[in-house]
């Protein structure tokens, strides 16, 4: 009965696979077992067993149960540990059917040996009355004994079951208090967290002191650090609850590593290290998946790249292989390294390779238990290859389903870069692992189909600037360029350093702006133009042309975040510090877009937007929840109940401007 019982809950997980199920029969899976084999361990059934059946048997049979907490389903999407279970535990109930009544049967002819023989006693000395009463009142005190072993033991299975049932119950409580916990800390931590991240993006605008710039810089990449921090454990706990799930849509990956070369660049250039994006000409432009999630993976490896490197360079590197549709991105660094026995628990929670790293560069031992996750949850493998003080490889593998188009049109830019004769000049190269970085990028720029030959046989030139330039530098850069005047140059370095040699070398060049990037690079040998990255920001460059906004939020500071940086993008801002006041302006006035608060006195925004939603002007007015709470089921039930999108706390000034760009139009 119970390996039915079990039988039944994976049956039902099999029809209806959700993290429901699967948690049920993970949890009646576990109680099962530890009563079945409480039982077998029991004097009383073991000596039934011995004498009358077979222990090897009794072995093999727990053996099933074992492999079975193996080949347990990890979530609901583990479809093939389903069928294995679901497979493995019809063979032990099957084992189990035979041999009870292989059991069953030895015992009902033992006992038929027994009456006989005591038929034939009884036969041959029936004149021994007294021992006939004897016999008689023994076999009456046995059945009395079996009798109330047998009731002994169904009040102690019952009170098992019941113990059973009660420890199931605590879990599912702990589980969900668990969860509202999380909720609530995520909330209440974010919501002072937006207030500094707000106000310092505001201050940051304003701000005109050289010093008092830098200070505010260092409050924003602190404050997104500690964002980073309250994300991962979040993550995490997603992760083991089963609550987790993956958003598939298109990836746009030309987009996502302009994304990563763009933040990581900078981290790597406050290091003084050099930052390569090497991609290969046979990368799909698209593919299905989750690119919030894969840039969150390759953030994760490129933070600790960076943070474990003190000299040398970083290499985000991608190829796709045609044979098994395989997506490869690897993340290198020059870095300390790994030592070999650490490398096998890397990949735990909470887990550091070396403790004392932990005191020496911080961190929380999450992240790269969070790739791991990430990275198994979009089906894909992550590998490490690493030696101490020589730096470190880690690679990821996605089987993907790639478009037809891949990032490199061969056929419009092929005729360009044909006759092309490059010479690489890299005014920085007496260090050897400048030198080895060298021979990657020419190894993958001539997949493009551009010829690398020597300085006196190029027609262009293509020069790698260091992180500083030294009067040596320019000195040697001057004087190849006097003496190969006739030649092309293209110069790939950081803005300032480019502007500074524009004032001082009489020479025509292109710039490509750092970090390298063989996209950037390609394109400009081909159309011989500059891939100089403009200095406006990006707020600066945004206007919405008055649209009229309805700002819902109690906060005062969130409240003046939100109004100032609305504001510097054209907009007019109505506010209203609750959902009843909010409900009041949206039955008297026609908004543009509703930015709604959650937890609000008088009314929250929940009930704020099911009344706009059914009676006022704004009924077809995108409404954007506007909150801290982030956890996946608080996000479902605001579309529910008529919200659009949500915008979590704290928030920087670029999801802001996506999200007035998706309802109010391009800017």
Not at 128 to 145: C, D, N, Q
Not at 341 to 354: G, M, N, R, T, V
Not at 377 to 400: A, H, N, Y
Not at 610 to 625: E, K, L
Request: net charge negative.
């Amino acid at each position: 009965n119970k390996v039915m019982s079990i039988q039944l809950a994976s049956q039902a997980f099999r029809d209806n696979p959700t993290a429901r199920s699967h948690q049920k029969l993970k949890m009646q899976f576990r109680v099962m077992k530890a009563s079945i084999t409480n039982d077998l361990k029991s004097d009383v059934t073991r000596a039934f067993h011995q004498k009358h059946g077979d222990p090897a048997t009794l072995i093999e049979f727990l053996q099933y149960l074992d492999q079975l907490g193996f080949y347990m389903p990890k979530n609901e999407n583990d479809r093939h540990n389903t069928e294995a279970f679901h497979k493995l535990l019809g063979k032990a109930y099957k084992l189990w059917n035979r041999y009870s009544r292989q059991v069953v049967h030895a015992a009902q002819e033992q006992s038929l040996l027994i009456q006989q023989h005591w038929s034939q006693s009884l036969s041959i000395q029936i004149y021994i009355l007294s021992a006939i009463g004897v016999i008689a009142l023994i076999f009456l005190i046995l059945i009395t004994r079996q009798l109330l072993t047998q009731k002994m033991m169904s009040q102690a299975l019952q009170v098992q079951a019941e113990q059973l049932t009660q420890a199931r119950n605590a879990a599912e409580e702990s589980t969900q208090a668990k969860s509202r916990f999380l909720s609530n800390m995520s909330h209440e931590i974010r919501t002072p967290l937006n207030g500094i991240i707000g106000l310092t993006n505001l201050a940051r605008q304003k701000a005109v002191k050289p010093e008092v710039i830098n200070y505010l810089d260092k409050v924003i990449l602190s404050s997104d650090a500690l964002l980073h921090v309250i994300n991962d454990i979040l993550d995490v706990s997603k992760i083991e609850s089963g609550k987790f799930e993956l958003e598939v849509t298109q990836v746009d990956i030309a987009d996502v590593f302009e994304r990563l070369s763009a933040t990581m660049s900078a981290s790597a250039r406050d290091k003084g290290l050099r930052f390569y994006l090497l991609i290969e000409p046979e990368l799909p432009a698209f593919f299905e998946g989750d690119p919030a999630r894969l840039q969150q993976v390759l953030t994760n490896l490129l933070s600790n790249a960076i943070k474990f490197t003190e000299d040398g360079f970083i290499q985000l590197e991608a190829t796709f292989d045609q044979d098994s549709k395989t997506l490869i991105i690897r993340v290198s660094d020059t870095g300390i390294g790994i030592p070999e026995e650490a490398i096998q628990h890397l990949f735990k929670e909470f887990s550091q390779a070396d403790p004392s790293t932990t005191r020496k560069f911080g961190g929380t031992g999450l992240g790269l238990s969070i790739v791991k996750s990430l990275t198994e949850l979009m089906g894909g493998q992550v590998s490490i290859e690493s030696k101490p003080d020589e730096g470190s490889c880690f690679t990821l593998r996605f089987p993907i389903e790639p478009s037809d188009t891949t990032l490199f049109c061969s056929d419009a830019l092929k005729s360009e870069l044909s006759g092309k004769h490059i010479h690489w000049l890299d005014v920085h190269a007496h260090f050897d692992i400048d030198e080895q970085f060298n021979l990657n990028a020419k190894e993958v720029l001539e997949r493009f189909g551009v010829q690398f030959v020597p300085l006196e046989e190029a027609n262009s030139l293509l020069i790698e600037l260091p992180q500083s330039i030294s009067e040596e530098h320019a000195q040697h850069l001057k004087t190849t360029l006097q003496e190969h005047s006739d030649k092309r140059c293209y110069l790939v370095g950081h803005t300032d350093q480019i502007h500074e040699l524009t004032q001082s070398l009489e020479h025509t060049f292109y710039s490509i702006e750092t970090p390298f990037n063989t996209l950037k690079v390609i394109e400009c040998l081909a159309k011989e133009q500059s891939h100089e990255t403009a200095t406006s920001t990006l707020m600066s460059q945004c206007n919405f042309n008055g649209k009229h906004i309805l700002l819902v939020e109690d906060s005062p500071i969130n409240q003046l975040i939100a109004q100032e940086m609305l504001g510097l993008f054209g907009l007019r801002v109505t506010t209203a510090d609750n959902g009843e006041i909010a409900v009041e302006k949206a039955q008297v006035d026609v908004f543009d877009l509703i930015l709604m608060d959650i937890q609000m006195p008088e009314m929250d925004g929940m009930e704020a937007t099911r009344i706009i939603r059914t009676d006022s002007f704004n009924q077809t007015t995108p409404i954007v929840a506007l909150t801290a709470n982030v956890m996946t089921e608080d996000v479902k039930l605001y579309k529910e109940i008529g919200m659009d999108c949500h915008l979590p706390k704290p928030f920087k000034p670029e999801q802001l401007i996506s999200i007035l760009e998706t309802y109010l139009g391009n800017a």
